[in-house]
C-alpha cells in the first residue's frame, strides 16, 4: 500500500516523481507520466493562445467523449487549476445549450479528438504556479433526477480528500491499473482520473462500442483481462451485464475490487456475486460529495447486512427523519449559478435527499430518494425495497416500482417487470406471490411486463422516464393486490 501524502494533483508533479510510470492506456496507445506531461503542456499553451487561464475565473465546456484526446485536455485544464464542465456526449442540443447558459463558459471544446491536432503543433507551456486547492476543480451537473440539473461547485481540495478517503480503505499496489468505463461527465468517472493521478496509477480506457461510450460488457470483460485490470467501478446494471456477458458466467481473474453503487443492487446480484467470490465492494455517493460517502470494507464480501458499508474516514454520516445527511472535507462548495438559498444546513451538514438508516455498527442502508417514495393512503413505501423483493422472484430479471396517482388513496404503486426468456411469468403468477409476501399497503396494484427497463447515460434506472413507457402496458392485478386484503 502506498500513501499519498505530499503528492500533488498534477501530471507535471508525477513526471518528476514517477516519470517511468504508465499514466494512461487507450485506444492502443499507452503514455508514461512523463510523456504525458510534455502532451499537457502543449495543451495548456493551445488554451493560453485562446486567453483561458485560472487568474480569469473562467470555465471550459469539454463535451466528454471516451476518448484519450479527450482524456488530455482534462488532464491539462486541472494542471492549471482552469475550471472545467464536464458535458455528456449522449445530452441533446437543447440540453447542451442550456448547461451552457447556465455556467457561462470562456470556452467550448466540442470534440477535443477533432482540435487535438492543432494542441499538439503548440509549443510546450512552462509549469505554472500551483493551483490553489479551494479553486474549482469541476464544475459538476447533477443527473437532474428531481427536476432541472444543477452544477455541483467541487473544488481540488475536495476531490483530493476524496482520493485519500477511498484510498484508506482499498489501498493501492503497484500494479494497480483502474478501468475507466465509467463518464467523465459524471464524478464517478472523474473521480478515477483524479485518484490515479494522485496514487501515480494507470487509468485504462474502456474499449467502447462507439463514441457515444454506451457500456459494452464484451468489450470491457476483454478490456480487464488483456490490459491486467485491478480496479472496476460499475453501477449494478453495467455489474449484472458483464457477468452474463458470455455463454458461461463470467469471473474476472485479475480483479481486486470492483465499486458498486451509482443506485441499489438487488438481493440476487448482491448473492450472486458473494457466492462467485466476484470481489465487489457496495458503496454509496453523490455528486456533491465528490462520488463515495460510505464503502464496504475492503476484503469482505457483500451482503444485505452490510448494505451500503461505512462512512469514508472523515465524513460524517447522519439520518433525520429518515434522510441522509453528510458533511466532511469531500463536500461541494454550493450550486452554479447560485442561489438565495444555501444548500447546506447548520452545522456544514448537506440534505442528501435520499432516504435510509443507520444500524447499530454505522453502517448506511440507503432506501432510494425521497421524491420516489410513493405514499399511499397515508403509508409509507419505499420503491427500492419492493423491487429487490420482485427480483428475488424466479423469472424475473428485473423490476422497477412507480407510484401513479389515484383517487381513492393519493397513489397506487405500480411495477414493471422484465421477465427471464423462460419461462415466462403470468400476472397471475406474480400476484400470488405478491399477496403471500408482500404487506398490502406495499403491493403493486398494478403490472406491466417490459422488454428492458429504461436507463440513463450512466447505466442507471430512469425513473422519469419510467411512467410514460410502462402505463399504456399496465394490467390490474385482479384484485389479489387489495390494500385492505
Not at 461547485?153 to 475536495?158: E, G, T, W
Not at 447486512?305 to 465524513?315: A, K, M, Q, T, Y
Not at 434522510?323 to 442528501?352: C, D, K, M, N
Not at 403490472?447 to 428492458?452: G, K, T, V
Amino acid at each position: 500500500m502506498m500513501s499519498t501524502s505530499g503528492v500533488d494533483l498534477s501530471v507535471v508533479s508525477a513526471a518528476s516523481d514517477s516519470g517511468h510510470r504508465v499514466a494512461l492506456v487507450g485506444e492502443g496507445r499507452s503514455y508514461t507520466f512523463g510523456a504525458l506531461s510534455e502532451t499537457v503542456r502543449r495543451v495548456i499553451s493551445w488554451l493560453e493562445r485562446r486567453g483561458i487561464s485560472s487568474a480569469r475565473d473562467q470555465r471550459v465546456v469539454v463535451v466528454a467523449w471516451p476518448d484519450v484526446e479527450t482524456l488530455i485536455v482534462l488532464y491539462a485544464l486541472i494542471e492549471r487549476g482552469i475550471a472545467f464542465v464536464p458535458s455528456h456526449p449522449r445530452l441533446t442540443p437543447r440540453e447542451l445549450k442550456q448547461q451552457v447558459l447556465d455556467c457561462d463558459p470562456a470556452l467550448i471544446i466540442e470534440d477535443a479528438k477533432a482540435q487535438f491536432g492543432e494542441m499538439l503543433r503548440q509549443p510546450p507551456a512552462p509549469a505554472g504556479p500551483k493551483p490553489a486547492g479551494k479553486q474549482c476543480l469541476a464544475l459538476v451537473f447533477t443527473a437532474g433526477t428531481t427536476g432541472r440539473s444543477k452544477g455541483a461547485i467541487l473544488s481540488r481540495n475536495a476531490f483530493v480528500a476524496s482520493a485519500r478517503a477511498s484510498a484508506g480503505n482499498l489501498g493501492w499496489r503497484k500494479d494497480d491499473r483502474w478501468l475507466l468505463c465509467m463518464p467523465t461527465a459524471h464524478v464517478g468517472g472523474l473521480s478515477i482520473v483524479t485518484r490515479c493521478l494522485l496514487a501515480r496509477r494507470t487509468v485504462v480506457l474502456a474499449t467502447s462500442a462507439d463514441r457515444s461510450g454506451r457500456f459494452d460488457a464484451a468489450a470491457v470483460r476483454d478490456d480487464i483481462e488483456r490490459e491486467r485490470v485491478t480496479l472496476l467501478s460499475l453501477v449494478p446494471t453495467m455489474l449484472q451485464r458483464l457477468l452474463h456477458s458470455s455463454d458461461t458466467l463470467y469471473t474476472p481473474s485479475r480483479l481486486r475490487a470492483i465499486l458498486l453503487g451509482g443506485g441499489p443492487a438487488s438481493a440476487k446480484l448482491i448473492a450472486e456475486t458473494a457466492a462467485r467470490r466476484v470481489p465487489v465492494l457496495t458503496t454509496y455517493g453523490l455528486t456533491e460529495t465528490c462520488s463515495q460517502v460510505t464503502v464496504q470494507r475492503y476484503g469482505t464480501r457483500p451482503s444485505e447486512e452490510i448494505g451500503s458499508g461505512e462512512p469514508l474516514r472523515g465524513v460524517d454520516v447522519r439520518v433525520v427523519d429518515e434522510q441522509i445527511q453528510v458533511r466532511g472535507p469531500t463536500l461541494f462548495h454550493g450550486y452554479f449559478p447560485e442561489s438565495p438559498e444555501s444548500p447546506f444546513l447548520r452545522g456544514g451538514w448537506f440534505a442528501t435527499g435520499d432516504l435510509g438508516r443507520l444500524d447499530d455498527r454505522g453502517r448506511l442502508h440507503v432506501f432510494g430518494r425521497r421524491s420516489d417514495l410513493i405514499v399511499t393512503g397515508g403509508e409509507n413505501v419505499y420503491p427500492a425495497e419492493v423491487e429487490r423483493y420482485l427480483e428475488s422472484i424466479p423469472g424475473v430479471r428485473a423490476a422497477a416500482v412507480f407510484g401513479v396517482p389515484d383517487e381513492v388513496w393519493g397513489e397506487i404503486a405500480c411495477a414493471a417487470i422484465v421477465r427471464e426468456s423462460a419461462p415466462a411469468l403470468t400476472v397471475d403468477d406474480l400476484a400470488a406471490r405478491i399477496a403471500a409476501d408482500v404487506s398490502p399497503h406495499r403491493r403493486p396494484r398494478r403490472i406491466a411486463f417490459l422488454s428492458e427497463l429504461p436507463t440513463t447515460p450512466l447505466g442507471k434506472l430512469d425513473r422519469r422516464r419510467l411512467p410514460a413507457l410502462a402505463e399504456p402496458h399496465l394490467v390490474a392485478i385482479h384484485g389479489r393486490a387489495n390494500l385492505s386484503a
